[in-house]
């Protein structure tokens, strides 16, 4: 394959992602949307990193999944999760209706296909809160669309704290969470790029240079080759 070839193969949609026109009358480029996968043991804030980041840029959402756990205290069917039978998950998941899905502290958890697909077809970015084994089929299924971040505790005693101050579990899941969290620390070297989230503001500010990073990747921005040719020609 000649360097043009590969150019126009680069400009193909993978997963189906066609990409927006972000059209002007100088800049006719289109972007390939992107998954942006955040991992982290419980409690090291990646569900708060998430809703801000969500808040603040207008061009990325949450892939709400599927689990079979019971509803915490304020979360809403359809916004934080689907929250269904273990029948209803595994007739979806023996249908191919999920992208990925794990098996974490004995609850299923899986990611609905449509929603993400249809997004990224539109060329908007999917924020993706799931474990490294989601992490790694994602990786697996999109390769080059995923973009992933581990985000880390500042400290053993700093996770601890947050599992307890935030109310939502009894000690014995604390202890089960504690003890999984080293097992989803040693996959830190699996991702693009890690933030240790000792403050909210600033780990925010990461992700987002992160995104806009990644945004502007040549290979993610469909008709760059046409652009340059007309932008070469008017020179
Ligand atoms: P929690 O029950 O605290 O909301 O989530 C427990 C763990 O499951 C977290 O590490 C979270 O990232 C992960 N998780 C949530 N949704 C999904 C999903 O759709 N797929 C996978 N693989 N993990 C998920």
Known sequence: MD???????????LAAAVGT???S???????????????????????TLAKALIARDGEIALSVSLTTRAPRPG?????DYWFVSRESFERQRQEGALLEWAE??????GTPRGPVEARLSAGRDVLFDVDWQGARQLRHEAGGDVVSVFILPPSAAALRERLIGRGQDGPDVI???????????????EYDYVIVNAEI?????????????????????IGL??????LRGGL
């Not at 974490?104 to 958890?109: A, E, T």
């Not at 600033?202 to 040549?218: D, F, H, K």
Request: a positive charge.
């Open 3 to 13: 360097e043009k070839d590969k150019r126009k193969e680069q400009e193909k949609p």
């Open 21 to 23: 026109e972000t059209q």
């Open 25 to 47: 009358a100088t800049f006719p480029v289109r972007r390939r949307g992107l998954m942006l996968v955040l991992s982290s043991p419980s409690g090291a804030g990646k569900t």
């Open 75 to 79: 979360e809403v069917d359809g916004k």
């Open 104 to 109: 974490v502290f004995g609850n299923l958890y």
């Open 175 to 189: 202890a089960q969470r504690m003890a999984r969290a080293g097992e989803e620390i040693s996959h830190w070297g």
């Open 201 to 221: 503001e600033p780990s925010v500010w990461a992700l987002e240079a992160i995104l806009a990073a990644e945004r502007r990747r040549r290979s993610r921005q």
């Open 225 to 230: 080759e046409s652009f340059v040719e007309r």
